[in-house]
Structure formats: C-alpha cells, structure tokens
C-alpha cells in the first residue's frame, strides 16, 4: 500500500519567506508527528497530531513555525520568516491507533534557506 | 523525562564480521524501543522494535538487539556485517502516554562502515 509522502522533497527559498510543506499520512492512521534532522541538532520531535488536534506542540522552536492537520489526514507545516537555522530535513511519521508504536516516516522535504 | 544515548558516533567493521551498536535508554517507566536504520539519501526504515514482549528481538536483515532492564540497554548486533549494511542507525525510545503518546526521542545515530 502507499506509504507517507511528503511534498515538496526539496525547497529552496530566500530568508525572510514563508514555507509550506506537505505530509500525506498513510490512510486511516490517526496520529501523525513532524520531525526535523539537522546536522547540529539530530533528529528532533517538533508536533504530534491526534485526529485534527495537536496534544503536544512542544517542540515547535518558535512562534514562526505552526502546523495544522484537515480532516484528519494531510498536514501542513508552515514557518514565516525563514531564517537560515531553519535549513534541514523535515519528516512526517504517522501511527495507527493501538499500542505498538511504530511510526512509519515519509521521505522528508529538505528545506534550504538562503 | 526520557533519553536514549548511543555510545558510539561511528563503528567500523569489515564485511562478514560481526556488528555491535551500542545503546543505553532512561525512562521512567517501561520503554517501547526502537532501531531504525538510514542509508544515505533515503527515509529512515525501522528494523526492530521491543514493546514488552519477548527480551531478546529479532528484526529485518538479520538484526537483533536485547533488552537489559538491569542494565538499561538495548544493543544491536549482527553475526555477519554485509557492504549493504552500511549506513546510520538510531536508537529510539518512545513515549508511553499523556500529551506525548507515541513521540519518538533519537539517539544521536551511530555511522556504520563496513570495508570489503
């Protein structure tokens, strides 16, 4: 079956623009988080999806960076006023709903800000 | 709070012997753990997981790892190391319940070499 894909898989955009970047989860698959792997910083939780809500919005870095999720399928991740820290790899995961944990990891979108 | 550290940045390992990656979790509860494996310019694959079942793991490509409570570890091994082995692998613990159900917490990822 499909799995998790993200769009677009690379952004290159100027400091000071906003982003928008697109997860897919695989369907029926209720919870959803976004990652984000940088060389400095490892692999970082930033957002986890319940249905439509955001239970734990903890690692969001800063106020430039939000998310919202539809329907409870597609997520959008957006930062406003990209700054050159914000450069990495962003990944979106998505789990069923029983106790097994497992989270299945789309492509990710390599984000470049110049 | 919970944290996974793994013990080595990079290991090195010539193809056909054996593999050893090191982890050591804390968590304040019984953890959910994981290795997930990344190979250059790909997505990251789960290889194994342990969710309280059987201590000693067996996963994908000949992988194995074991749960020591009492040694807080969850080390991953291979009898043989092959060259597609090479790649970044990550231990992983998960968060059991409340407003974080699910998140995952990574290690700092361990490069594995393997020469011919």
Known sequence: GAGVSQ??????TEKGKDVELRCDPISGHTALYWYRQSLGQGL???IYFQGNSAPDKSGLPSDRFSAERT?????TLTI??????DSAVYLCASRREDLSYEQYFG????L??? | AQSVTQLDSHVSVSEGTPVLLRCNYSSSYSPSLFWYVQHPNKGL???LKYTSAATLVK???GFEAEFKKSETSFHLTKPSAHMSDAAEYFCVVSSAGGTSYGKLTFGQGTILTVHP
């Open chain 2, 45 to 47: 694959q789960l290889l």
């Open chain 1, 71 to 75: 329907g409870g399928s597609v997520s």
């Open chain 1, 44 to 46: 970082e939780f930033l």
């Open chain 1, 80 to 85: 406003q006023r990209t700054q050159q820290e």
């Open chain 1, 112 to 114: 470049t800000v110049t």
């Open chain 1, 7 to 12: 769009s677009p898989s690379n952004k290159v």
């Open chain 1, 107 to 110: 492509p990710g979108t390599r």
């Open chain 2, 59 to 61: 996963g994908i490509n």
